[in-house]
């Protein structure tokens, strides 16, 4: 079963140095039918403007991931990491026992990206912080693995039954995902379309009880596929 969450329904938080949209219930947006998804906690689609940013603020408990649309995002953090994260790449925080940071837009424009809440299988664990760029290759024809809970995996490691993929794909292009049968699917770009529903730039799919996926692109597009706890 497939049901398409619009762009346009989303929560949303606007302030002089950020435009925030909600796919779950967030800060000052609250919708107890819109709590999470399986074991994803959180989907903010943030604009946040040139030369500002998150301040210093604590995490506990949770897998925290960001994936850099446009512009880059500068972390910064208690354990001592700092490190910029620029469009199409990705990174990932594990607060577990408790770790500040800040993420701070450093550019001359405004940055874009999808912040990404899970919650983790694990409490109490080491905090930690790891970054990767991924190569942005023309012409690509499958999702690429890019977050994993599975440290076998060729990609960052987070405390969470979940993986997390994502590519660039040219229009008319067909992808096919064999997932895990719970999948959040986040259209970052373009349009595409899955079965009988049609999704534009900032909507998604909630995906139940259906492994095999196929996206057709119906224009250049890139999503992300966030395969879930079954």
């Known amino acids: 079963m497939m049901?398409?969450?619009?762009?346009?329904?989303?929560?949303?938080?606007?302030?002089?140095?950020?435009?925030?949209?909600?796919?779950?219930?967030?800060?000052?947006?609250?919708?107890?039918?819109?709590?999470?998804?399986?074991?994803?906690?959180?989907?903010n689609d943030d604009i946040v403007k040139a030369h500002s940013g998150f301040d210093t603020h604590p995490h506990r408990d949770m897998e925290i991931i960001t994936y850099v649309r446009q512009g880059a995002i500068t972390h910064r953090d208690s354990m001592g990491n700092e490190g910029r994260?620029?469009?199409?790449d990705v990174q990932v925080m594990s607060a577990g026992s408790g770790v500040y940071h800040s993420e701070h837009n450093e550019e001359d424009i405004d940055t874009n990206l999808y912040q990404i809440w899970i919650l983790p299988n694990e409490?109490?664990?080491?905090?930690?912080?790891?970054?990767?760029?991924?190569?942005?290759?023309?012409?690509?024809?499958?999702?690429?693995?890019?977050?994993?809970?599975?440290?076998?995996?060729?990609?960052?490691?987070?405390?969470?039954?979940?993986?997390?993929?994502?590519?660039?794909?040219?229009?008319?292009?067909?992808?096919?995902?064999?997932?895990?049968?719970?999948?959040?699917?986040?259209?970052?770009?373009?349009q595409i379309k899955s079965g009988d529903i049609i999704a534009h730039k900032g909507d998604a799919i909630e995906v139940t009880d259906q492994k095999e996926l196929s996206f057709e692109m119906v224009e250049d597009s890139e999503i992300l596929v966030i395969d879930l706890e079954e």
């Open 123 to 190: 409490a109490r664990v080491k905090p930690r912080w790891d970054a990767k760029k991924f190569p942005k290759e023309e012409g690509q024809t499958e999702l690429s693995l890019l977050v994993s809970g599975d440290e076998a995996d060729d990609a960052l490691f987070i405390h969470a039954d979940a993986k997390i993929y994502g590519g660039q794909f040219a229009k008319g292009l067909t992808v096919s995902h064999i997932g895990v049968g719970t999948s959040y699917v986040l259209v970052s770009q373009g």
């Open 85 to 88: 994260t620029e469009a199409g």
């Open 3 to 43: 049901k398409l969450v619009k762009y346009d329904d989303l929560g949303r938080n606007q302030f002089s140095w950020l435009d925030a949209r909600h796919h779950f219930s967030f800060g000052q947006y609250h919708d107890s039918k819109r709590m999470g998804f399986a074991n994803l906690r959180v989907v």
